[in-house]
């Protein structure tokens, strides 16, 4: 491992808070590139994570809070999308039997959390409601044939659809496979947003070293991404990928890349240098079970 590369990004990395109290000050580099954004992707390498799942959470709070954004795409399950739209507008319906039903990586309590978040917020400020995207007028049938390129087609075009029809900035939580720009395997979600909305696309990369899921996930071998990642001397950080870095960074960042995604089963995604794929990393070094509901 190149330890010049290591001290590099250290020297840069943000450490960040799982406090959901905390102030934002600590997402302060973000502020530049979201400013002008209107979808600012949060893609998990993995979907279980405490750790990642509360992070993902802040996030979106940074950007409701601070930067005007007023819409949540929860990825992978228009249906509850639709129930929990009402919910977070009205009030009407339970957030946690909506999400128990829903599909298995966002039947977790900080998901709940978040909800309820935005639902209190929606009571305080009863004229500037965050909303929840939905695809409640495409048939769930239509869905369940799709290909694999075609659901991730809808779900852009889902995105793009509901920002131009509300005029909402939106917040993008989904998984990395998805929301990553220019992926080798084809074409995904991410892609899709970029080729429409250039760099009003913003993709925040979720990523972590190892821990538990609560089954044991081991460090990653030495030629992925978080390899590097996790030998910063930092809990959980934030990292601006892009902008000027030294020489033996920039070949890091530009060179061909690993990286590891769980659930279900490890895979191996690969492809184009890092600051293709993303904007930012935000990195936890150790991963622990989210609170199932």
């Known amino acids: 491992m190149n330890t010049a590369v290591v001290t590099q990004l250290a020297e840069r990395a943000t450490p960040l808070r799982l406090d959901l109290e905390a102030p934002f000050d ?32 802040r996030v979106m709070r940074f950007l409701i809070e601070q930067h005007g954004f007023r819409s949540l795409a929860l990825e992978g399950d228009y249906l509850a999308s639709f129930y929990l739209d009402t919910y977070v507008r009205t009030g009407e319906g339970d957030p946690q039997a909506i999400l128990a039903q829903a599909r298995s990586f966002l039947r977790f309590a900080e998901i709940l959390d978040a909800v309820r978040w935005i639902r209190a917020r929606n009571e305080r400020n009863p004229g500037d409601h965050v909303r929840i995207v939905h695809l409640a007028d495409l048939p769930r049938e239509a869905m369940r044939l799709a290909s694999g390129e075609d659901l991730e087609q809808a779900g852009a075009d889902a995105i793009i659809a509901w920002h131009e029809r509300t005029g909402d900035r939106i917040v993008y939580w989904g998984g990395l496979a998805h929301t990553a720009n220019g992926l080798a395997t084809g074409k995904n979600a991410g892609s899709y947003l970029r080729a429409r909305i250039g760099s009003g696309y913003v993709s925040i990369a979720m990523t972590f070293h190892h821990g538990s899921l609560p ?21 959980t950080y934030l990292l601006d990928i892009h902008g000027r870095w030294p020489a033996s960074v920039c070949e890091w960042l530009d060179g061909p890349v690993k990286t590891r995604l769980i659930g279900p089963g490890v895979h191996e995604l690969h492809g184009p240098p890092l600051r293709m794929w993303f904007d930012f990393v935000i990195h936890s070094r150790r991963v622990t079970p989210a609170r199932a509901l």
């Open 26 to 57: 600590d997402l302060g580099s973000l502020t530049e590139r979201v400013r002008d954004a209107k979808v600012v992707a949060v893609g998990s390498a993995v979907r279980q994570s405490h750790e990642l799942l509360t992070l993902t959470d």
């Open 215 to 235: 089954s044991l996930v081991d460090v990653p071998p030495a030629d992925y991404a978080e390899a590097v990642l996790g030998a910063v001397a930092l809990e």
